[in-house]
């Protein structure tokens, strides 16, 4: 059963190393307050840094496959918790699999929706 799962892990990593990406202006991220129920939908462009209550996310870099904006877009982001002062996240995120590379943190949640071209 485990050969398995990591024969199949192995297929997928490799079909998706082979497929061609490109580097996109900007992004869409949602934000989750967990303690109000507030979702947020976030849009910034490449370089720029947003506020989101008490973080303070950067976007290094959002890419996706050729010709496909809007699937399986990734996103290399930086996060600082500006109340305790440090770097919460720091990596990228995935948007067809959230729990692969998430920020833990008590009171968000933050993933990558799409990558915008324009």
Same mark, same amino acid.
């Given at each position: 059963?485990?050969?398995?799962?990591?024969?199949?892990?192995a297929v997928v990593a490799?079909?998706?190393?082979?497929?061609?990406?490109?580097?996109?202006d900007g992004v869409v991220?949602?934000?989750?307050?967990?303690?109000?129920?507030?979702?947020?939908?976030?849009?910034?462009?490449? &370089?720029?840094?947003? *506020?989101?209550?008490?973080?303070?996310? /950067?976007?290094? +870099?959002?890419?996706?496959?050729?010709?496909? $904006?809007?699937?399986?877009?990734?996103? &290399?982001?930086?996060? *600082?918790?500006?109340?305790?002062?440090? /770097?919460?996240? +720091?990596?990228?995120?995935?948007?067809?699999? $959230?729990?692969?590379?998430?920020?833990?943190?008590?009171?968000?949640?933050?993933?990558?929706?799409?990558? /915008?071209?324009?």
């Amino acid at each position: 059963m485990i050969l398995r799962l990591a024969l199949a892990i192995a297929v997928v990593a490799s079909a998706a190393s082979a497929q061609q990406v490109s580097e996109a202006d900007g992004v869409v991220l949602r934000g989750l307050d967990k303690i109000s129920g507030q979702v947020y939908d976030i849009e910034m462009k490449s &370089g720029q840094t947003a *506020v989101f209550d008490q973080l303070r996310i /950067t976007l290094n +870099s959002c890419r996706y496959p050729v010709g496909n $904006p809007s699937g399986d877009a990734f996103a &290399g982001l930086q996060v *600082v918790d500006t109340g305790r002062g440090e /770097t919460v996240f +720091s990596g990228w995120m995935v948007a067809s699999a $959230p729990a692969l590379s998430a920020m833990d943190h008590a009171r968000y949640d933050l993933w990558v929706m799409r990558c /915008t071209t324009s």
